[in-house]
């Protein structure tokens, strides 16, 4: 079992950047690729970004890629994710999550409850 908790949501505005952690509970993080992911109103959950167990491979949706960063420590059971030069677009709850394949499935099978970003025109 794998406990996911965020933090780091809130209001900016566009153009602004915003980090979101998220810290682990579990001895088996590290065995784990991590994620995350959003979903604004009225739409689908959609993947975000990806990160290896070792974080050597990162994945990214088309609609973040060079404006977002993953990065993961082990040794602190955390993952985070830099959002720069952000967008109304990019208002939604994010999660984070965990799963063993996630990086090429963009599946998980641990989330977290969820946080609030919110981007101003």
């Known amino acids: 079992q794998v406990q996911l908790v965020e933090s780091g949501g809130g209001l900016v505005q566009a153009g602004g950047s915003l980090r979101l952690s998220c810290t682990a509970s579990g001895r088996t993080f590290s065995s784990y690729a991590m994620g995350w992911f959003r979903q604004a109103s009225g739409k689908e959950r959609e993947f975000v970004t990806g990160i290896s167990w070792n974080g050597i491979r990162t994945v990214y949706a088309v609609s973040v890629k060079g404006r977002f960063t993953i990065s993961r420590d082990n040794a602190k059971n955390t993952v985070l994710l830099q959002m720069n030069s952000l967008e109304p677009e990019d208002t939604a709850v994010y999660y984070c999550?965990?799963?063993?394949?996630?990086?090429?499935?963009?599946?998980?099978?641990?989330w977290g409850q969820g946080t609030q970003v919110t981007v101003s025109s």
């Open positions: 999550a965990a799963g063993v394949s996630l990086v090429v499935t963009r599946s998980a099978a641990y």
